[in-house]
T-cell receptor, first 115, second 115 residues
Framework: SQTIHQWPATLVQPVGSPLSLECTVEGTSNPNLYWYRQAAGRGLQLLFYSIGIDQISSEVPQNLSASRPQDRQFILSSKKLLLSDSGFYLC??????????????FGDGTRLSIL | AQKITQTQPGMFVQEKEAVTLDCTYDTSDPSYGLFWYKQPSSGEMIFLIYQGSYDQQNATEGRYSLNFQKARKSANLVISASQLGDSAMYFCAMSPMDSNYQLIWGAGTKLIIKP
């Protein structure tokens, strides 16, 4: 069966420090991969999605970037964190299909606090 | 514009009662999918149920069912015999045909089950 792993679970970082959040998927190949951010009490905001290696689309211009060095690995990064980067970050995967009737499956999330 | 609307920011329901969470959507695409997710306070996003726009029958998964009214563009989630563990945020999401693998998310409804 497919599983998704996301780490770390919590992270406290000072303003201006770099960031690297990692997500890996097991049990499937060529998944669609997603990074979301969720502010407290709010809905999900799509940050990046990827339909294949080196195929990454950005939805929101900001100081974050994403990379997919391997088929089932998705990394969210920043060179310099801002206070506004605080939030709950979720990685997700879905089966690849042109018509997306496949649900997205989520990792456990990372709670990021910027001090 | 593609949009999901969840009009109930919060709901209180007595344990063992049935509960209906509202979701309306807006799309001009003839083909789309509708999803419901549950997010407990721990943060993970759990897929509950899926309804395709051409499905003839309403989707059911255990205690969850989806009241799909295509003409009204509504996809309400019904939880039968609510349990304390059903307390969580619930999100409705849509994947239009041209969504390019993306989901459009509602703002969520916070459900609290009272003992």
């Amino acid at each position: 069966s497919q599983t998704i792993h996301q780490w770390p679970a919590t992270l406290v970082q000072p303003v201006g420090s770099p960031l690297s959040l990692e997500c890996t998927v097991e049990g499937t190949s060529n998944p669609n991969l997603y990074w979301y951010r969720q502010a407290a009490g709010r809905g999900l905001q799509l940050l990046f999605y990827s339909i294949g290696i080196d195929q990454i689309s950005s939805e929101v211009p900001q100081n974050l970037s994403a990379s997919r060095p391997q088929d089932r690995q998705f990394i969210l990064s920043s060179k310099k964190l801002l206070l506004s980067d605080s939030g709950f970050y979720l990685c997700a995967w879905s089966g690849g299909s042109l018509y997306s009737n496949q649900p997205q499956h989520f990792g456990d999330g990372t709670r990021l606090s910027i001090l | 514009a593609q949009k999901i609307t969840q009009t109930q920011p919060g709901m209180f329901v007595q344990e063992k009662e049935a509960v209906t969470l509202d979701c309306t959507y807006d799309t001009s695409d003839p083909s789309y999918g509708l999803f419901w997710y549950k997010q407990p306070s721990s943060g993970e996003m759990i897929f509950l149920i899926y309804q395709g726009s051409y499905d003839q029958q309403n989707a059911t998964e255990g205690r969850y069912s989806l009241n799909f009214q295509k003409a009204r563009k509504s996809a309400n989630l019904v939880i039968s015999a609510s349990q304390l563990g059903d307390s969580a945020m619930y999100f409705c999401a849509m994947s239009p045909m041209d969504s390019n693998y993306q989901l459009i998310w509602g703002a969520g409804t916070k459900l609290i089950i009272k003992p």
